[in-house]
């Protein structure tokens, strides 16, 4: 089993950034794809970027440019820096580990998720 603990969630202004972390515990997540995916209220749970442990990386259009996964093997630990926030950001992010994919399914591990709200 591997937990996922995020951290980094907040209240910002929209133009401004915040930066998310998730910890994994459990079994190491070094076979893993590490990624976020976000829910807003009212809405689908949407993909929003996943990375390999050798780096290679997908983002969703919509944050392509703005946001920035990376992660820490050592660690087992992955971010998500955002910049220029949207009001349209604001959402649940949660943290995933699993096969490299756009697709939810693909990530049978779920952390419990951190609230990012961006005010206009």
């Known amino acids: 089993q591997v937990q996922l603990v995020e951290s980094g969630g907040g209240l910002v202004q929209a133009g401004g950034s915040l930066t998310l972390s998730c910890a994994a515990s459990g079994r190491t997540c070094t076979n893993h794809a590490m990624g976020w995916s976000r829910q807003a209220p009212g809405r689908e749970r949407e993909f929003v970027a996943t990375?390999?442990?050798?780096?290679?990386?997908i983002y969703a259009d919509s944050v392509k440019g703005r946001f920035t996964i990376s992660r820490d093997n050592a660690k087992n630990a992955v971010y998500l820096q955002m910049n220029s926030l949207k009001p349209e950001d604001t959402a649940v992010y949660y943290c995933?580990?699993?096969?490299?994919?756009?697709?939810?399914?693909?990530?049978?591990?779920w952390g419990q998720g951190t609230q990012v709200t961006v005010s206009s």
């Open positions: 990375i390999t442990t050798s780096g290679r990386t």
């Open positions: 995933v580990a699993g096969s490299y994919s756009t697709r939810g399914e693909s990530y049978p591990y």
